[in-house]
């Protein structure tokens, strides 16, 4: 996941997919459920990660780091390719 909205739709998934509702979570999670919907949507500018931890715990779900390689524009790319 790279974006806000696409974590806010893995988070609704699998809410939805355990049958909870967004208040039983939100509750849980010790957040506003305003707060939870926001993020489900993609609609959150910022979001701490300690909510995001209570969230996922509620949910059976953890949060992983995966390193990413950085690469270049396409026009980076195509000098690269002249080069050669």
Same mark, same amino acid.
């Given at each position: +996941?790279?974006? &806000? !909205?696409? %974590?806010?739709?893995?988070?609704? #998934?699998?809410?939805?997919? !355990?049958? $909870?509702? =967004?208040? #039983?979570?939100?509750? =849980?999670?010790? @957040?506003? =459920? /305003?707060? $939870?919907?926001? $993020? /489900?949507?993609?609609?959150?500018?910022?979001?701490?990660?300690?909510? %995001? %931890? *209570?969230?996922? *715990?509620? !949910?059976? +779900?953890? @949060?992983?780091? &995966? /390193?990413? @390689?950085?690469?270049?524009? $396409? #026009? #980076? !790319?195509?000098?690269?390719?002249?080069?050669?």
């Amino acid at each position: +996941m790279q974006t &806000i !909205l696409e %974590l806010g739709h893995a988070i609704a #998934d699998r809410r939805r997919s !355990l049958g $909870l509702k =967004q208040g #039983d979570v939100a509750r =849980q999670a010790g @957040v506003a =459920q /305003e707060m $939870l919907s926001r $993020l /489900e949507r993609g609609r959150c500018a910022e979001f701490g990660a300690r909510k %995001l %931890l *209570a969230i996922a *715990a509620v !949910l059976g +779900m953890e @949060v992983d780091f &995966i /390193e990413t @390689v950085v690469s270049g524009s $396409l #026009d #980076d !790319l195509r000098r690269e390719r002249s080069s050669a």
